[in-house]
């Protein structure tokens, strides 16, 4: 059961985080097509390692620990931590504080 | 087994180490030329006599890597390999002594090899085994002290502690706290020992340099503790360890962060086993403290330690599937090929003071006046390492430049394409002589040489009396 609410929070956390991100993640823009091609050409094997698909999977890690990061929670107004904040950021991220300490709970 | 640990982590440290990471930055070569005058003169740059920390750029640094370095110095001539070398050896003896403590705490033979892997293909440890000299010897000496501790030898381990601050600055915020908590946790009062401590403290206490702390800390502010703990916090943050490289570009891997992402699962199986543990919490609790009081955001060398007790939660959760895991290490080699081989030269150049040596050597010779451009930081030392000269000839100057005068005088001028853009080049006359390029192709650093009597008569008559009397 604590397993199943663990998941159940983690999963309603990372998505009420990501609601305005999840374009981003799945829209590539010209400077990360650029980057792409320019490091996919300098190696063997780069276009396995970089391709669309991994940056899309990068976005979306990148989305994934931006919503266990415990100082967005409690710090998200703090000037060093989000220079980008929004209202949206620095409120919606209160209510899922209560996810984070049910999987802090879980953990130990 | 300990024969392979140590060949692989030799083997991932000593592999392109004079060329990756490509340049040469200017802390390694501060070490590297105090290391070559502390053999040869037994003085360092500023003429101190075997100094206890370097005056280095008004930094001090402690001299102790210094005195290490002076051995493959002596060896192999003053060089970037013979300086990288001290780093690559203390780093891969450092990966040797957190296995045996990996087997000390989990008391499996699996532990020492799966530990000792885990630690020599970190990505922060081969990038500090390589080029970050300070925090990987400091860390050497801490892990043994806390290795020591953890056998319960206390005189050993608070020696080794102490000579830990000797070795890296910020380690002496963490070793004080550390040694309190033991004295807590273990009940015992080892008076001998920490009097031996104690004394072995006093050089440290009285002629230790505090500016360095007081000039990265955030203190003083109206909000202390907000900012202490929103640091604080960052230390335990998983976007931080397992996501998002160091922000300082020259102490980070291009596109990893201090562990491997997928490592995120085994830290989560880890956390539970090591609550009966509370030696590794300890540790954990106490190694991010020097970092969290220092205005960066997230600061991989200063807190290093801080890299044992993470890399022993991360253990606790691989030896659930040890083969499993070690089978992903392996794999995850790759990532670290690419990101220290391929990427950093790309794209970390310019952080690691890329190109200076060439242009150095070019230029050793030149009769004319060299004007070389400072906005890339105290480049001076690069000349001294590579061109081993007791001090800078007369014709060299390292300086930020100063248009209305350097431009009317023959001379050579040193810049990067950020100092003097090609549209500054021609509106002022100045001929390259000859330009660095990076792996990527893009210029790094050029000499340009000054034509005064051109720029003189660029000038409407009225005003070319004045600008040429410059000259």
Redesign the interface.
Known sequence: MAKKIIIFALLTGFLVTQIPRIRQTYSLSGTDILLIN??RS??V??RF?DNKATAVLNNF??NF??S?????Y??SS?P??RPDKTAYNIYITWPILIWLLLFLSF?? | MAFIILVVSLLVRLYQLPSVPVGFYVDEAAQGYNAYLLLTTGRDEHNHVLPLYLQSFGTYPPALFAYFATVPIKLFGLSVFSVRLTSAVIGSVTVLVFAILCQFVFSRRSAFLLGGLLLAINPTHVLFSRGIHEPTLGLLIFLLGVTFLYRRCWTRGLLLLSLSTYAYQPQRLIVYPLILGLVFLFRKKPILPLILFGLTQLPNLLLGPSARLSALSWWPTPHPI?EF??QY??Y?????L???PDPDLQRSLPQLSVFY?WLIIPF?WG??KI?KHAFIILLLLVSPLAAALTRD?FSTSRASPFLIPLNLIILAGLLKKPKLGAVLLIIST??LY?SLF??LP?ERYQAWNYGYETIFASLKSTPLPIVVDTSSGPVYILYLFFTKAQALPANVSFRSLVWSQDIYKKQIIVATPLSVSPNQAQEHFLQPLMSVYSP?HQIVLTAYSTDPVAKCHSFPDSAKIEACSRQ
Do not use: C, T
């Not at chain 1, 266990?68 to 967005?72: L, S, V, W």
């Not at chain 2, 335990?236 to 931080?240: A, D, H, I, K, L």
């Open positions: 320019q490091r300098s190696y094997g780069g390692l890690m990148d620990f931006e266990i990061d415990p100082n967005r409690l710090f703090h060093r931590e953990l130990f | 907000r703990l929103s916090l960052a335990f943050s998983p976007r931080n397992f996501w998002l992402s989560v956390i539970p609550k955001p790759v990532w690419r391929v990427l790309l990527g």
